[in-house]
């Protein structure tokens, strides 16, 4: 069985909802990434990924393309 | 209902608002349904778990970016299955909260209790826009179900998906969306309540095909501006509100009589030049046996702003329509907590009774038009 990471970043720029969604949508794309719960209200997400398959940088990365600003919790 | 000001408010929010973020949950359903859709796609990659999206900043990476200019006029049909979907949800939505808006005002007392409680939201949704400390954190989070609905409609692969994703948009309005929605809740008919989110999602359009889908992101260099603009004009929006329900209630803070207050001589003297001068001689106080007869117009511009009477004869108000239009048929008198539904174009008869010296206020059904006896 394959391990789990599990990263809570915390996440500046965020003005509604959609955005929120906008950044579970795009980390469902990548491989690796096994859950994503984004929300708004807290400025935060809650990301399991498979560490073989994707590195915490990526997935700053993938949500700093979107025009968000992340960081470590 | 001042649609000018929400069609300009869309024209500005959809480039940073969820119109532009929705933009991006549209790239990405058709990013993915077009990989799906190709043969050549790579079929070692994991069904629904492909990758493109190498994280490495490097510029221009985001899948979107570059094939989005080469495809632009076969992205136009799912763009505009989108924006149908999305305004026929909203459009809808405004009807809606029109007709419930219009059931609770049934009372003066509560449409004013309405409007009051819209504008003091419609505000804190512009101070939370425009990033103020204190109402940063005011925010209406849809429940987590509606995320998910979206979400899975992001994944559908069927033609139609683009619009359901439009429909679906609905389920998740930001702060500017949410403000535009209590507009319509005290637009006063489901018509006007479904003119105003139509007129809103209509002006998101062109910001939201240029930026919110195009770039996926709302472009950072306007950003700033847009956000500040967009949070500007919901605030005005808001004290706009604000003030009808100020004007209904009578309350001295009311625009009508702030101005009044600040400048007593010069509404005295155009007292006297309105009253009986005009070239309907409207408005007009006759006394005829005892009995007084005040007539004021109803336009498409509002109600003759004063008229003055005399106290303790009885009195009928008059109230002459001439292509009244809106909220201005919807003639309110908070004192008396009277609302009395004007034709577009006759005469509407009111008794008040003897009157006493003082001001009587009257204004439109939404606050937004004033006038009033001022009786001596």
């Given at each position: 069985?394959?391990?789990?990471?599990?990263?809570?970043?915390?996440?500046?720029?965020?003005?509604?909802g959609?955005?929120?969604?906008?950044?579970?949508?795009?980390?469902?794309?990548?491989?690796?990434?096994?859950?994503?719960?984004?929300?708004?209200?807290?400025?935060?997400?809650?990301?399991?990924?498979?560490?073989?398959?994707?590195?915490?940088?990526?997935?700053?990365?993938?949500?700093?393309?979107?025009g968000?600003?992340?960081?470590?919790? | 209902?001042?649609?000018?000001?929400?069609l300009?408010?869309?024209?500005?929010?959809?480039?940073?608002?969820?119109?532009?973020?929705?933009g991006?949950?549209?790239?990405?359903?058709?990013?993915?349904?077009?990989?799906?859709?190709?043969?050549?796609?790579p079929?070692?990659?994991?069904?629904?778990?492909?990758?493109?999206?190498?994280?490495?900043?490097?510029?221009?990476?985001?899948?979107?970016?570059?094939?989005?200019?080469?495809?632009?006029?076969?992205?136009l049909?799912?763009?505009?299955?989108?924006l149908?979907?999305?305004?026929?949800?909203?459009?809808?939505?405004?009807?809606?909260?029109?007709?419930v808006?219009?059931?609770?005002?049934?009372?003066?007392?509560?449409?004013?209790?309405?409007?009051?409680?819209?504008?003091v939201?419609?505000?804190?949704?512009?101070l939370?826009?425009?990033?103020?400390?204190?109402?940063?954190?005011?925010?209406?989070?849809?429940?987590?179900?509606?995320?998910?609905?979206?979400?899975?409609?992001?994944?559908?692969?069927?033609?139609?998906?683009?619009?359901?994703?439009?429909?679906?948009?609905?389920?998740?309005?930001?702060?500017?969306?949410?403000?535009?929605?209590?507009?319509?809740?005290?637009?006063?008919?489901?018509?006007?309540?479904?003119?105003?989110?139509?007129?809103?999602?209509?002006?998101?359009?062109?910001?939201?095909a240029?930026?919110?889908?195009?770039?996926?992101?709302?472009?950072?260099?306007?950003?700033?501006?847009?956000?500040?603009?967009?949070?500007?004009?919901?605030?005005?929006?808001?004290?706009?509100?604000?003030?009808?329900?100020?004007?209904?209630?009578?309350?001295?803070?009311?625009?009508?009589?702030?101005?009044a207050?600040?400048?007593?001589?010069?509404?005295?003297?155009?007292?006297?030049?309105?009253?009986?001068?005009?070239?309907?001689?409207?408005?007009?106080?006759?006394?005829a046996?005892?009995?007084?007869?005040?007539?004021?117009?109803?336009?498409?511009?509002?109600?003759?702003?004063?008229?003055?009477?005399?106290?303790?004869?009885?009195?009928?108000?008059?109230?002459?329509?001439?292509?009244?239009?809106?909220?201005?048929?919807a003639?309110?008198?908070?004192?008396?907590?009277?609302?009395?539904?004007?034709?577009?174009?006759?005469?509407?008869?009111?008794?008040?009774?003897?009157?006493t010296?003082?001001?009587?206020?009257?204004?439109?059904?939404?606050?937004?038009?004033?006038?009033?006896?001022?009786?001596?």
């Amino acid at each position: 069985m394959a391990t789990t990471d599990t990263l809570e970043l915390g996440i500046q720029g965020m003005h509604c909802g959609s955005c929120a969604l906008l950044i579970d949508d795009t980390l469902a794309d990548l491989p690796g990434v096994i859950t994503s719960r984004t929300s708004h209200k807290d400025a935060r997400a809650n990301i399991t990924v498979d560490p073989s398959q994707v590195d915490h940088d990526q997935i700053h990365a993938a949500i700093q393309e979107l025009g968000y600003r992340t960081s470590q919790t | 209902m001042n649609l000018t000001a929400v069609l300009l408010t869309g024209l500005l929010a959809g480039g940073v608002s969820c119109a532009a973020v929705q933009g991006g949950l549209l790239a990405g359903l058709i990013t993915r349904q077009r990989r799906a859709g190709q043969p050549t796609a790579p079929a070692r990659v994991p069904a629904g778990n492909q990758r493109e999206f190498k994280a490495p900043a490097q510029h221009g990476a985001h899948p979107t970016a570059t094939p989005a200019r080469a495809t632009l006029g076969d992205d136009l049909t799912p763009v505009g299955a989108f924006l149908a979907g999305k305004l026929l949800s909203h459009t809808a939505l405004g009807a809606l909260l029109g007709m419930v808006g219009t059931a609770v005002q049934l009372s003066v007392r509560a449409h004013t209790a309405l409007q009051l409680l819209a504008g003091v939201l419609i505000i804190a949704f512009g101070l939370a826009q425009l990033g103020v400390p204190g109402f940063r954190r005011f925010v209406i989070e849809p429940p987590a179900a509606f995320g998910r609905v979206v979400l899975r409609s992001t994944r559908a692969q069927t033609a139609f998906a683009p619009a359901l994703l439009g429909l679906a948009s609905i389920l998740i309005p930001c702060g500017v969306t949410l403000s535009v929605e209590a507009l319509a809740l005290t637009s006063g008919s489901p018509v006007a309540g479904a003119a105003t989110m139509a007129v809103f999602v209509l002006g998101t359009s062109p910001l939201f095909a240029l930026l919110g889908y195009v770039a996926r992101k709302a472009a950072t260099a306007w950003r700033g501006r847009l956000a500040l603009a967009t949070g500007v004009l919901v605030v005005v929006m808001g004290f706009y509100t604000l003030n009808g329900g100020l004007e209904l209630a009578g309350s001295p803070l009311a625009a009508s009589r702030l101005l009044a207050t600040s400048s007593t001589a010069t509404s005295t003297a155009a007292s006297a030049e309105a009253n009986g001068s005009g070239p309907d001689a409207i408005p007009n106080t006759t006394v005829a046996n005892g009995h007084q007869t005040i007539t004021i117009a109803a336009t498409g511009d509002g109600y003759t702003p004063t008229v003055t009477a005399k106290s303790g004869i009885p009195t009928t108000l008059v109230i002459r329509s001439q292509d009244a239009q809106g909220c201005i048929r919807a003639f309110t008198i908070p004192d008396r907590n009277l609302q009395q539904i004007l034709p577009a174009t006759g005469d509407t008869r009111i008794e008040l009774g003897a009157l006493t010296a003082g001001t009587l206020d009257y204004v439109c059904g939404m606050g937004m038009y004033t006038g009033h006896i001022t009786t001596e």
